[in-house]
C-alpha cells in the first residue's frame, strides 16, 4: 500500500507516509458562513471527501476535522445588509451548509468545530505568540510580525520584495508596521460581535481560527491540510507562519492538498459578472451523483470549467454506471435459487480476471495523487465488460453463474463506493425493493428521469394487466423514440438507456 500525493509545500508526489501508522489525520477549511455555497465550493468539498474514502478503502483509519467560520467580516456585513444578527446569518447558513453536505452524500466531518465555540483557546495561542516575540498590539489589534518569521512565503513560494511594492500604498492607513503583517485579533467596533480580550474586546482574524482549531484537535504535525487552490495565499502561508512560531518551529502539517478552481465557462464565479452558480439551485433539477460524476471526471487540481453542456454529459455518464448495476442486480435476483456452482465456463474466468485486474488499474490510479478521472474510466471499462457479459448471458439463455454476478457486484459496487459514487441517502437501492420487477435507478433528489421511467412503466405494466395491450404498446414506443429500450422479461420488465 503506497500513495502518493501532490505536496503544495514541495511542488513534488511524495508517498504518504502518516504520523502515525496506518491513521491520516486531515483538516480541510471549511465554510464561512454567510451564503448558501456555490458550485466551486462543492467541488472542493466533493474532492476531499473523495480522498477521505479512498484513503479508508485504501486501509486508513481517516479522522476528518472540518471547522465552520462562523465570525468573519462577510458574515457582519451580510448581517447589516438584512439587519439581522450575525449570530443568526451565521446559523442560517452553517444549517444550509450541513443540508448541501447531506443532499450531496458527503460524509460530515468527524469534528466540525466552530471558531466561537474555540475562542479561549485563540486568546491563549495569540498570547504565547506575542510571548515569543511574533506579535506586536497595535490600538487593540494584534497582528503577527511577518519580518519574524524567515520561513515565511514557503508555501506560495511568493517573493516578499515583489510583492512589497505592489502593496506598499496600503500600508499608511493600516495599524501595521509591514503591509505583509496580519491581524490575530481585531477590535471590535461598536455593534460588532466581540469578546473581552488582554486587549480590549474584539475578535479573532480568520487565520488564527484555522491553526487554533486544526492544532487543538489534531496536534502539530498532522498528516494533511486541505482547502481550494485559492487558499494557498494568504491563509494557509499565513497559518505556517503562526503556527510554527507557536511550535517552536516544529512543523505543522505534513502533506497541504490544494483543489482546483472551478470557473463558469473559464471565468472565475464572481458577484460582479454575476455567473454565481448556487449549488441548491443545480440540486433542484439534477441528482446529486451527476454533480458528483462530473468533478470525478477531472483530477482534483486541473480547473474545471463548468458549462451548459457538464452535468447532461455527467449524467449521461452515470446512467451507464446505473443501468449496468440494476440489469446486474435484476439478473442476480432471478439467479436467487440457483445454487453457487464453482465451475464456471471459460468466458466466466475471463469475466472474473478481468474484474480482479480492473480493481488493481483501479488502484493504481487512484495511489497516484487521486487520479479520479483515470480510475472512472477502469469504472467504465467495467462496466462495458460486465455488460457484454450479461447480454451475451441473455441471448445464449444459460444460467449466468451466480458467484460470478456476485463477484461483478462486488467489484462495481466497492470501485463506487471508494469514489462516493451512490452513496447518497436517498439512494437508489430503495427502489429495487419498490418496484421488485423493475430495473433502473432512481435518483436521491426530486423525481428523475429514472423515476419517471419507472412511473410510465409502472402505468404500463398496470395496462398490460388490464389487457390493455393497444396502450401498453403506445407507452413502450414513446419510450423507445426517447431512446429508453424495455423488455419484458418472465418476471416483469427490464430497461436501459440505449447507448
Ligand atoms: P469559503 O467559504 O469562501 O472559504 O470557501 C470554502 C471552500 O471552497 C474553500 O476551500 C475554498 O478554497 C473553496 N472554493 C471557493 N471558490 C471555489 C471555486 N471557484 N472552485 C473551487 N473551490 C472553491
Ligand atoms: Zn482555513
Redesign the pocket.
Known amino acids: 500500500m503506497s500513495i502518493k500525493a501532490y505536496n503544495t509545500l514541495t511542488r513534488k508526489k511524495e508517498e504518504l507516509v502518516p504520523r502515525e501508522e496506518g491513521k491520516v489525520s486531515m483538516y480541510?477549511?471549511?465554510?464561512?458562513v454567510y451564503n448558501y455555497?456555490?458550485i466551486?465550493?462543492a467541488?472542493?468539498?466533493i474532492n476531499f471527501d473523495m480522498i477521505r474514502r479512498y484513503l479508508r478503502f485504501a486501509g486508513f483509519e481517516v479522522t476528518y476535522v472540518q471547522n465552520i467560520?462562523d465570525v468573519d467580516d462577510k458574515i457582519i456585513g451580510k448581517a447589516s445588509e438584512e439587519g439581522v444578527s450575525t449570530g443568526a446569518v451565521a446559523e442560517k447558513y452553517r444549517v444550509a451548509f450541513e443540508e448541501d453536505m447531506a443532499a450531496l452524500g458527503i460524509e460530515p466531518p468527524d469534528i466540525a468545530p466552530r471558531a466561537t465555540e474555540c475562542i479561549p483557546d485563540m486568546l491563549e495561542f495569540i498570547e504565547a505568540l506575542l510571548e515569543k516575540g511574533y506579535a506586536y498590539e497595535s490600538d487593540g489589534d494584534v497582528y503577527f510580525e511577518v519580518e519574524k518569521f524567515a520561513d515565511y512565503g514557503k508555501l506560495s513560494r511568493r517573493n516578499l520584495e515583489e510583492q512589497r511594492m505592489t502593496v506598499q500604498c496600503e500600508v499608511e492607513a493600516a495599524r501595521k508596521r509591514d503591509p505583509f503583517d496580519f491581524a490575530l485579533w481585531k477590535a471590535s467596533k461598536p455593534g460588532e460581535p466581540s469578546w473581552e480580550s488582554p486587549w480590549g474586546p474584539g475578535r479573532p482574524g480568520w487565520h488564527i481560527e484555522c491553526s487554533t482549531m486544526s492544532i487543538k484537535y489534531l496536534g502539530t504535525g498532522f498528516d494533511i491540510h486541505g482547502?481550494?487552490?485559492?487558499?494557498i495565499f494568504p491563509h494557509h502561508e499565513n497559518e505556517i507562519a503562526q503556527s510554527e512560531a507557536y511550535a517552536d518551529g516544529a512543523l505543522f502539517v505534513r502533506y497541504w492538498l490544494h483543489?482546483?478552481?472551478?470557473?463558469i465557462d473559464r471565468e472565475?464565479?464572481s458577484k460582479s459578472l454575476g455567473n454565481i452558480e448556487l449549488l441548491r439551485d443545480i440540486l433542484s433539477e439534477h441528482d446529486a451523483d451527476t454533480v458528483r460524476m462530473l468533478m470525478l471526471g477531472t483530477h482534483y487540481r486541473s480547473p474545471l470549467s463548468f458549462g451548459d453542456n457538464s452535468l447532461a454529459e455527467a449524467h449521461a455518464s452515470l446512467s451507464r454506471i446505473r443501468n449496468c448495476a440494476f440489469n446486474l442486480e435484476d439478473l442476480i435476483r432471478k439467479a436467487e435459487g440457483e445454487k453457487a456452482g464453482l465451475h464456471h465456463s471459460d468466458r466466466q474466468t475471463m469475466l472474473v480476471h478481468f474484474l480482479n485486474e480492473a480493481e488493481d488499474e483501479f488502484r493504481k490510479h487512484m495511489d497516484d495523487d487521486f487520479n479520479s478521472a483515470a480510475a472512472l474510466g477502469v469504472v467504465f471499462g467495467v462496466v462495458r465488460e460486465i455488460n457484454s457479459y450479461l447480454d451475451e448471458a441473455g441471448d445464449i439463455k444459460t444460467p449466468a453463474g451466480k458467484l460470478v454476478l456476485l463477484e461483478a457486484r462486488r467489484v462495481l459496487d466497492g470501485l463506487c463506493g471508494a469514489l462516493g459514487l451512490f452513496q447518497g441517502a436517498a439512494e437508489a437501492e430503495s427502489s429495487v425493493e419498490r418496484v421488485p420487477a423493475a430495473g433502473g435507478p432512481a435518483g436521491a433528489q426530486g423525481p428523475s428521469r429514472e423515476q419517471l421511467i419507472e412511473l410510465l412503466l409502472r402505468v404500463r405494466e398496470t395496462a398490460r394487466e388490464g389487457r390493455n395491450f393497444e396502450f401498453a404498446d403506445r407507452i413502450r414506443d414513446g419510450l423507445a423514440e426517447l431512446g429508453v429500450r424495455v423488455e419484458d422479461v418472465q418476471d416483469g420488465f427490464r430497461w436501459r438507456l440505449e447507448r
Open positions: 480541510v477549511c471549511g465554510p464561512t455555497i456555490h466551486g465550493n467541488r472542493t468539498f467560520t482547502g481550494g487552490q485559492d487558499l483543489s482546483g478552481m472551478l470557473n472565475k464565479m
